[in-house]
């Protein structure tokens, strides 16, 4: 087992880190900017460095600084949390030849999933089923129209490279293809400095369901089961559940015996997660996730199963703490992400939170680093903390969700904390029924 962590983040997921750390005995060690020195991660961590001035790419993406945090401070591993350096193939390279171990996958599959054509044809050969589409990137218009017309409008034009739903683009008809190809290639090319586009059939009503696995790196692996990500604001979740409201025990094993195989057969060190459309009772692979995912904790509410402690005794080297069949679903979570946002516009409001109360009580999580008279700085994301709560089914977990959002106290700041006050009255949420476009549709109803 490592002997001192450095947390490589900030915020919540760098407070949830340190507290696995601590219940593991292993110290810890936390970078910051200068704009963090306040932060509750800081002040509990064994140790902290500051590696510089506020904006990321000076500190919190500053690889040098970062290793030699490690250096000066004897720390054997990196936890990288989410964002940041989570998916740097080259900060995973880095460490290695520092000898320090970076809690995560090899520099090889985050760079093989990091490439959205070459993860989606190994996704493929390891029998993940995808979304119809070009078999590679495309080269140009006329190859475009063959592979639209074989798969049948509409059709998405997306970025090899992407990330952040940037460099998408739907075509419905032949007519708008050529538009739509451009677009896509320009908006990759000044994105991404790469203009690599490929093609795939466009689902029109979809759900986002994606499967949380794990691999020890020595052939074996295994599924927690599945989250509903559909309520999406641009491409950004805002609300995530466990299980799916639209899948049944039958369909999560099937799937999940799929992800579980390919990431033994694939032979994945370390959390990951596999993202799907799923759209009549079918599954389409759209990217995998090298790292854990914010909305990790509904999966932890309804398994019992601390996500990062497992991060860490696989990268020590000690293996999965599970098999698959000690892995057992129990009730409904749900999580709502609370941002220091406008609720209506969703501008950043960012500010000192002058009172700061969270709801308690059985089946009540929140994972947040702020506190009253905490001043939020505005250089980074706007994610303040999470409310996860879980219940016996999904009715008692809805019913407490309503309980616990009107307990919630932030004052000083605006956050997006009446967004899901409303929500939580919603009977198509009520429901369960919803998919991707939902919240969209409902957010330009209401304004
Ligand atoms: P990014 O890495 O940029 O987030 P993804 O491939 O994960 O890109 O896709 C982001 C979102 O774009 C999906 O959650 C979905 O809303 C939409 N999307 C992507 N591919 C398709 C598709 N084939 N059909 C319909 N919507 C899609």
Same mark, same amino acid.
């Given at each position: 087992?490592?002997?001192?962590?450095?947390?490589?983040? $900030?915020?919540?997921?760098?407070?949830?880190?340190?507290?696995?750390?601590?219940?593991?005995?292993?110290?810890?060690?936390?970078?910051?900017?200068?704009?963090?020195?306040?932060?509750?991660?800081?002040?509990?961590?064994?140790?902290?460095?500051?590696?510089?001035?506020?904006?990321?790419?000076?500190?919190?993406?500053?690889?040098?600084?970062?290793?030699?945090?490690?250096?000066?401070?004897?720390?054997?591993?990196?936890?990288?949390?989410?964002?940041?350096?989570?998916?740097?193939?080259?900060?995973?390279?880095?460490?290695?030849?520092? !000898?320090?171990?970076?809690?995560?996958?090899?520099?090889?599959?985050?760079?093989?999933?990091?490439?959205?054509?070459?993860?989606?044809?190994?996704?493929?050969?390891?029998?993940?089923?995808?979304?119809?589409?070009?078999?590679?990137?495309?080269?140009?218009?006329?190859? /475009?129209?063959?592979?639209?017309?074989?798969?049948?409008?509409?059709?998405?034009?997306?970025?090899?490279? +992407?990330?952040?739903?940037?460099? @998408?683009?739907?075509? %419905?008809?032949?007519?708008?293809?050529?538009?739509?190809?451009?677009?896509?290639?320009?908006?990759?090319?000044? /994105?991404?400095?790469?203009?690599?586009?490929?093609?795939?059939?466009?689902?029109?009503?979809?759900?986002?369901?994606?499967?949380?696995?794990?691999?020890?790196?020595?052939?074996? +692996?295994?599924?927690?089961?599945?989250?509903?990500?559909?309520?999406?604001?641009?491409?950004?979740?805002?609300?995530?559940? /466990?299980?799916?409201?639209?899948?049944?025990?039958?369909? %999560?094993?099937?799937?999940?015996?799929?992800?579980?195989?390919?990431? /033994?057969?694939?032979?994945?060190?370390?959390?990951?997660?596999?993202?799907?459309?799923?759209?009549?009772?079918?599954?389409?692979?759209?990217?995998?996730?090298?790292?854990?995912?914010?909305?990790?904790?509904?999966?932890?509410?309804?398994?019992?199963?601390?996500?990062?402690?497992?991060?860490? $005794?696989?990268?020590?080297?000690?293996?999965?703490?599970?098999?698959?069949?000690?892995?057992?679903?129990?009730?409904?979570?749900?999580?709502? $992400?609370?941002?220091?946002?406008?609720?209506?516009?969703?501008?950043?409001?960012?500010?000192?939170?002058?009172?700061?109360?969270?709801?308690?009580?059985?089946?009540? $999580?929140?994972?947040?680093?702020?506190?009253?008279?905490? %001043?939020?700085?505005?250089?980074?994301?706007?994610?303040?903390?999470?409310?996860?709560?879980?219940?016996?089914?999904?009715?008692?977990?809805? @019913?407490?969700?309503? %309980?616990?959002?009107?307990?919630?106290?932030?004052? +000083?700041?605006?956050?997006?904390?009446?967004?899901?006050?409303?929500?939580?009255?919603?009977?198509?949420?009520? !429901?369960?029924?919803?998919?991707?476009?939902?919240?969209?549709?409902?957010?330009?109803?209401?304004?």
């Amino acid at each position: 087992m490592f002997q001192k962590i450095l947390i490589a983040n $900030r915020g919540e997921i760098a407070l949830r880190v340190l507290r696995a750390c601590k219940e593991l005995g292993i110290q810890t060690v936390v970078v910051h900017s200068t704009a963090d020195s306040d932060a509750m991660h800081v002040r509990l961590a064994d140790e902290s460095v500051c590696i510089g001035p506020p904006p990321s790419r000076e500190s919190y993406l500053n690889i040098h600084q970062i290793v030699a945090a490690c250096e000066i401070t004897g720390a054997d591993a990196v936890h990288p949390g989410y964002g940041f350096l989570s998916e740097n193939a080259k900060f995973a390279d880095i460490l290695a030849a520092h !000898n320090i171990t970076f809690i995560g996958p090899s520099g090889d599959h985050i760079r093989i999933m990091g490439d959205k054509i070459e993860a989606k044809r190994t996704a493929k050969r390891l029998g993940i089923p995808v979304v119809p589409g070009s078999d590679g990137a495309i080269s140009d218009e006329k190859e /475009a129209k063959r592979v639209a017309a074989e798969i049948g409008y509409p059709v998405i034009i997306k970025a090899s490279a +992407g990330g952040g739903g940037r460099g @998408m683009k739907v075509a %419905r008809t032949e007519a708008d293809l050529e538009v739509a190809l451009q677009t896509a290639k320009s908006e990759a090319g000044a /994105a991404f400095g790469d203009d690599a586009v490929y093609i795939e059939k466009y689902l029109e009503k979809p759900r986002h369901i994606e499967l949380q696995v794990f691999g020890d790196g020595a052939g074996r +692996g295994v599924h927690f089961g599945e989250r509903d990500c559909s309520l999406q604001r641009r491409h950004q979740k805002v609300w995530e559940e /466990a299980n799916s409201p639209a899948l049944n025990a039958e369909e %999560r094993a099937r799937i999940g015996g799929i992800c579980a195989k390919a990431i /033994a057969d694939l032979g994945y060190s370390g959390a990951g997660t596999i993202e799907f459309l799923y759209e009549n009772g079918e599954f389409y692979f759209i990217e995998m996730n090298t790292r854990l995912q914010v909305e990790h904790p509904v999966t932890e509410a309804i398994t019992g199963i601390d996500l990062v402690h497992e991060q860490i $005794r696989v990268a020590s080297g000690g293996g999965l703490s599970v098999r698959q069949e000690d892995i057992k679903f129990n009730g409904h979570a749900i999580e709502c $992400r609370i941002n220091a946002e406008d609720p209506r516009t969703f501008t950043p409001s960012p500010g000192t939170i002058t009172h700061f109360h969270t709801p308690g009580g059985l089946g009540i $999580r929140v994972d947040s680093g702020v506190y009253s008279g905490y %001043r939020i700085p505005p250089y980074y994301d706007s994610l303040i903390g999470k409310l996860i709560v879980h219940g016996r089914n999904r009715v008692e977990c809805m @019913m407490r969700l309503r %309980r616990a959002l009107d307990e919630f106290v932030v004052d +000083g700041i605006k956050t997006t904390l009446p967004l899901f006050r409303d929500l939580v009255g919603n009977p198509d949420i009520a !429901n369960g029924d919803y998919d991707i476009h939902w919240l969209e549709k409902y957010l330009a109803k209401e304004d």
